[in-house]
């Protein structure tokens, strides 16, 4: 079992950066994959980015492509998404997710645990 919990949300103007943290409780942290999504209002809850157990490997949606970097602190059980040059349209509520050998990182649905999101809204 794996609880998650996201902090670091807030409100920034357009070109500023925010970094969110994930922190996992329990043992097993370092066997997880672990992603982010995001939900704006209205929409569908979309992924963002991924992370292999070891941080050895990442993969980002097309539209966060060097802007937002994933990554990783075993030792302390998180996983970090910091995003950069943010735009209004990364206005969403961000979920940091858990799966363990996950095939495709972008479904949702393989993922196993969940958190309960952070708010990120950038103003124009």
């Known amino acids: 079992q794996v609880q998650l919990v996201e902090s670091g949300g807030g409100l920034v103007q357009a070109g500023g950066s925010l970094r969110l943290s994930c922190v996992a409780s329990g043992r097993a942290f370092s066997r997880y994959t672990m992603g982010w999504f995001r939900q704006a209002p209205g929409k569908k809850r979309e992924f963002v980015a991924h992370i292999t157990w070891s941080g050895s490997s990442t993969f980002y949606t097309d539209s966060v492509k060097g802007r937002f970097t994933i990554s990783r602190d075993n030792a302390k059980n998180t996983v970090y998404l910091q995003m950069n040059s943010l735009k209004p349209e990364d206005t969403a509520v961000y979920y940091c997710?858990?799966?363990?050998?996950?095939?495709?990182?972008?479904?949702?649905?393989?993922?196993?645990?969940w958190g309960q999101g952070t708010q990120v809204t950038v103003s124009s």
């Open positions: 997710a858990a799966g363990v050998g996950l095939v495709v990182v972008t479904t949702e649905s393989n993922y196993d645990y």
